[in-house]
Structure formats: structure tokens, C-alpha cells
């Protein structure tokens, strides 16, 4: 079945970026409403950014460090993550909207990838 996928995680020092991808598994599927999401051990998964096709809204705790966007003739969502934080290690995941046709089938997540950011 479509899921979506994720990817740009990786190991970085305090104060440096990353840019974290999502895309979906098949490129028949359209993403519409996404957002990012995080999750560290012991803790619920929390919201981080959403994006619409008129609005952005950010978790206070990232406003002014991440930036939601997407590019649809790609077919990919993106967050942007600069000035990174210790606070910010998780996994992210990537959630959307899927349509096909103009009709839309649900939501879907991703699997996850890594960020560390280390002090």
C-alpha cells in the first residue's frame, strides 16, 4: 500500500541544519495537508509544522528555526531545520493528506528518520 517516505535525518553539532524530505512510494499519489511530526523514547508524538495550500502553523518551540514547504510538480514536502538544538533529537515523521483524481483517500505516515543533535 502507498505510504510515505522520509529522509535527510542524520548526526549534527548544536547550532547547525538540516533538511528532511517526504515524499509518497508511488508517484501516482498526490500529497495535499502535511505536516512534521516528532517523537523521542518515553514521549508522545508531538506536532512540529503543518502546511496547507494557504496556511503554515509551527510548534512555538521551533517558530523562527523550521521552515514547512512543498513543492508539488515534485510531489515532495520538506522541512527545512536550521540553529538545531540538542531539544530537537527525535525521530520525525511525515504525515499527509493523499488524493488521486482529485479525490481524496486519507492520511498516511511515514516510517521515520533520525535526527541527532548533539551539544
Known amino acids: 500500500q502507498v505510504e510515505l517516505v522520509e529522509s535527510g535525518g542524520g548526526s549534527v553539532q548544536a547550532g547547525g541544519s538540516l533538511r528532511l524530505s517526504c515524499t509518497t512510494s508511488?508517484?501516482?499519489?498526490?500529497?495535499?495537508?502535511m505536516g512534521w511530526y516528532r517523537q523521542v523514547p518515553g514521549s508522545q508524538r508531538e506536532l512540529v509544522a503543518t502546511?496547507?495550500?494557504?496556511?503554515?502553523n509551527y510548534a512555538d518551540s521551533v517558530k523562527g528555526r523550521f521552515t514547512i514547504s512543498r513543492d508539488t510538480a515534485r510531489n515532495m514536502g520538506y522541512l527545512q531545520m536550521s540553529s538545531l538544538k540538542p531539544e530537537d533529537t527525535a525521530v520525525y515523521y511525515c504525515?499527509?493528506?493523499?488524493?488521486?483524481?482529485?479525490?481524496?483517500?486519507?492520511?498516511?505516515w511515514g516510517r521515520g528518520t533520525q535526527v541527532t543533535v548533539s551539544s
Open positions: 504525515n499527509a493528506k493523499l488524493r488521486i483524481g482529485g479525490e481524496n483517500l486519507g492520511s498516511a
Open positions: 508511488r508517484d501516482i499519489f498526490e500529497i495535499t495537508d
Open positions: 502546511i496547507t495550500s494557504s496556511t503554515t
